[in-house]
């Protein structure tokens, strides 16, 4: 009896985990590709999805553990290197358009990622992109305080900021009601998207729903 | 955007083959692909299906679409319609330039298929023109462009967003200067323009 009271809740956990997400595979490759294509038109730099990132990394590297096993008389041993090559295409294009970003952008980063610290919310780069943007931003900063002092009487400096209001494209995934454009005049018109939907929209008015997966960049 | 990434994403979509071999399964972490028979068609990712052409292991049979009579009439409604028509498919050209690349030994007719196809392109880049100067003169802040196909939208990326964005430059700077000096604002006519017909 004791036993099986035991397993039976064992299960419940399992299944309470479960629940949160479970994506297949394919889903996930999906879910990597709009995220590939957000980093890639938004003027900021989004939430990191490393979560996505390394587990696709593991799934390649068992399949090319495995792939060893295969002789390299078989038609199929192609196959697998070149679906091993597309996802690696698309994470290392991701990941190198976020440290383009870093780079860009790496004050502006920094002190937006210190006041969510502060804040308790979640930040938006990972471990590593952290430490590097730090890196850089002081490299960079020594670097100018040193060239600086051969141009005396220059003090003033100014942020470089991404231009937020920059024009997207996106595709809408569900349906959203009330979008406000900012059209440079007082007037603000709102508009509705529907599902599928395509529009060409101001980043400003849309970057709360992209960084909540209701839309997608293309 | 490389339009060699677009292709990258459209290559994902289905295809219908004929392989020419027998074999089990192809477990993609993508999803698995087959088993292979002999001479039964089966439906696999376009970059397989060139893949295995280009190995002489398959033939590929043409979308439904990319039939002469089909594409005829498409190329008729795009003529007369002054929106854009919705494509058969997302990736049309994408499809159109690979299948027709590698197999167009499969395919009857390749030669008016690919010039049809490059017609109704053509017609679409030019409404898709006309459509950009006038959203431009009207120096409107959104569009929507629900039939375009990815690979029509990457055409214009490089230069519609940014026009607009310097559309916007002037335009709030103006409003704060003339806030600054005499407090009137300066209305642009329209703020919006729609690339298709609503439905």
């Avoid at chain 2, 298929?113 to 880049?125: A, E, F, G, H, Q």
């Avoid at chain 2, 214009?156 to 005499?182: E, F, G, M, V, W």
């Amino acid at each position: 009896m004791d036993e099986i009271d035991i397993e039976s809740a064992i299960n419940d956990v399992d299944i309470d985990n479960d629940e949160e997400v479970q994506l297949s595979l394919p889903e996930i490759i999906q879910l990597m590709e709009e995220n590939w294509l957000n980093e890639k038109f938004s003027p900021e730099v989004l939430p990191n999805r490393m979560d996505i990132v390394e587990l696709l990394l593991d799934q390649i590297t068992t399949l090319e553990n495995n792939l060893k096993k295969l002789s390299n008389a078989d038609f199929k041993k192609g196959l697998y290197q070149m679906e091993v090559d597309r996802i690696r295409f698309l994470i290392s294009s991701y990941l190198r358009k976020r440290l383009e970003k870093i780079e860009t952008y790496s004050t502006v980063i920094l002190e937006q990622e210190k006041s969510r610290v502060q804040q308790g919310s979640e930040t938006y780069l990972s471990q590593n992109e952290l430490e590097f943007a730090q890196e850089y931003d002081q490299s960079i900063r020594e670097h100018f305080e040193s060239i600086m002092r051969f141009c005396p009487g220059i003090t003033e400096t100014q942020l470089i900021n991404p231009n937020l209001h920059t024009m997207v494209f996106l595709k809408s995934k569900e349906d959203i009601e009330g979008i406000v454009i900012d059209d440079g005049n007082d007037e603000n018109d709102l508009i509705d998207l529907n599902k599928g939907s395509q529009v060409l929209i101001s980043y400003k008015s849309v970057n709360n729903f992209v960084k909540s997966g209701n839309v997608h960049l293309i | 955007m490389d339009p060699d990434e677009v292709e990258f994403l459209g290559e994902k979509s289905l295809v219908e083959i004929v392989p020419t071999f027998n074999s089990a399964p192809i477990y993609f972490i993508g999803g698995d692909v087959g088993p292979f028979r002999a001479s039964i068609p089966i439906r696999v990712p376009l970059w397989v299906a060139v893949n295995l052409k280009k190995q002489q292991q398959c033939k590929i049979i043409p979308p439904d679409w990319m039939d002469l009579e089909k594409l005829e009439f498409l190329k008729e409604e795009e003529k007369s319609n002054k929106s854009f028509v919705k494509m058969p498919s997302d990736h049309y050209m994408i499809e159109a330039k690979l299948i027709l690349g590698c197999a167009a030994d499969d395919i009857p007719k390749t030669d008016e298929i690919r010039t049809i196809i490059k017609d109704i392109w053509d017609i679409r880049m030019s409404k898709l023109r006309s459509s950009m100067d006038d959203m431009i003169k009207k120096s409107a802040m959104y569009a929507a462009v629900d039939n375009l196909t990815l690979m029509e939208i990457n055409s214009i990326r490089p230069l519609l967003p940014h026009a607009l964005d310097q559309i916007y430059r002037i335009k709030t700077n103006k409003k704060a200067l003339s806030n600054r000096s005499q407090g009137t604002t300066s209305t642009l006519s329209e703020s919006r323009t729609s690339f298709s017909s609503k439905t």
